[in-house]
């Protein structure tokens, strides 16, 4: 039985830049499948300096969404 190789990572992913997109292909690199753990509202909020803006949950997850899906590695996460 074959075992798949899985990659675990995690963070905010607050505005994807540069360092974001050499991670995640890294980890697609590394990895047939991706768990991808993103950071709640309220736990990156509770790690920034007052007043420093945070996109929702939800517009990081699409962005998240997106990167993969313009690789097409959607299906891998």
């Not at 990572?9 to 974001?20: C, S």
């Not at 690199?29 to 768990?35: D, F, K, M």
């Not at 300096?49 to 929702?56: H, M, V």
Request: charged share 25%; hydrophobic share 50%.
């Amino acid at each position: 039985m074959a075992v798949m190789k899985r990659v675990c990572l995690g963070g905010t992913f607050d505005v994807l830049h540069a360092g974001h997109a050499r991670l995640l292909e890294a980890a697609l690199a590394a990895g047939e499948a991706l768990v991808i753990g993103l950071a709640s509202d309220e736990f990156a909020a509770s790690r920034r300096s007052p007043g420093r803006e945070l996109a929702p949950y939800g517009e990081r997850e699409a962005a998240l969404r997106e990167w993969f899906a313009a690789r097409g590695a959607l299906e891998r996460i």
